[in-house]
């Protein structure tokens, strides 16, 4: 193990992945050496190792990078695209929808678009409503397209690691606030599958959903419940979609109780349709409605005051469990 920072840990699983296999390549706005290395350096030092031809630089243009990485991903390659901001993909949403999560099936199985596409966002940060969106829901509402959010330097690896590798487009969620957090991560290979949840912490009387940066204070709120005899368990989702469904009615059938802890707008969110599986599956079996805790229906604030009464806490999580728990 050493200690980096997530944004460190992302590009050990780019260059490590490069070193690997010579068909993966990264492409976006400065991602090379001579414009930097990318906003917040995940490719650094990249282009210098690996050669200009497969770490390219791109023009201001969401379209032309996501439609040069398709199109290379059909060819052959393993191309790892960067959207600076999330907020931006909306720019690229053709290219996304319409043709990289359709082809496989409208090809009868024949071409696979092996693509990542890396993107980042997070609010909290004061960068205002076209920059801190979290809009997980629309892609994970797209059918062939795979959503991953790490929430540890060491997911970020591993899970990046594997989007590289998987043979469907991945869409890998970075927070503009966790890429300089630090924690542990593995050296060498480290591949953690998608579409499994990680069961943080075991417990018996409710269970707690979350994924990206509301797990730093899901982890926290947990182990203070902890100390007054309240056992909590604590899933990260790390993949969206595919969701695993299994680790979480497994969970709930157990502890009864459910509260959903995600950073986006709670209005048809991820939250919602977790919360309607464990309503479908598990209605008669659970001792309370589930809980959801999301940013309510409005576009992210500029002012740091307004942006902090929008966002998740320590306080609204625990309120959210003790409604659970009566």
């Given at each position: ?12 699983a780019i260059e ?245 802890v995600h950073e ?63």
């Amino acid at each position: 193990m050493i200690k980096v920072t997530a944004a460190e840990a992302a590009r050990m699983a780019i260059e490590e992945a490069m070193a690997a296999d010579p068909t993966v390549i990264a492409l976006g706005e400065e991602v090379a050496d001579p414009e930097g290395g990318g906003i917040r350096k995940v490719t650094k030092g990249l282009s210098t190792r690996f050669g200009a031809d497969r770490v390219k630089s791109t023009p201001i243009s969401e379209q032309a990078i996501m439609g040069a990485a398709v199109g290379a991903a059909i060819a052959g390659m393993r191309p790892v695209a960067e959207i600076m901001l999330m907020n931006f993909m909306t720019l690229a949403l053709d290219q996304l929808v319409n043709h990289a999560a359709k082809i496989r099936y409208m090809s009868g199985g024949a071409t696979s678009v092996p693509l990542t596409v890396r993107t980042m966002t997070g609010a909290g940060r004061s960068l205002g409503g076209q920059h801190s969106d979290m809009v997980e829901a629309w892609l994970a509402h797209t059918p062939g397209l795979k959503v991953v959010v790490p929430s540890t330097p060491a997911d970020y690896k591993g899970l990046l690691y594997s989007c590289i590798f998987d043979d469907d487009p991945c869409v890998f969620v970075e927070n503009s606030i966790h890429l300089s957090a630090r924690g542990d991560v593995p050296v060498g290979l480290h591949a953690i599958p998608l579409g499994k949840a990680h069961i943080v912490r075991p417990g018996a009387d409710v269970t707690i959903i979350s994924y990206g940066r509301p797990m730093d204070d899901v982890k926290k709120v947990a182990e203070s419940l902890g100390e007054e005899g309240i056992s909590v368990e604590v899933i990260d989702l790390r993949t969206i979609s595919p969701l695993d469904e299994a680790a979480i009615l497994n969970s709930v059938a157990k502890t009864k109780r459910a509260v959903i802890v995600h950073e986006a707008v709670r209005s048809f969110g991820v939250g919602a349709e977790i919360a309607a599986r464990i309503h479908e599956h598990l209605f008669g079996e659970l001792a309370a409605p589930v809980q959801r805790l999301g940013m309510p229906y409005t576009p992210v604030p500029f002012s740091s005051a307004l942006e902090k009464t929008i966002l998740w806490s320590p306080e609204k999580i625990t309120a959210a469990i003790r409604k659970t728990l009566g």
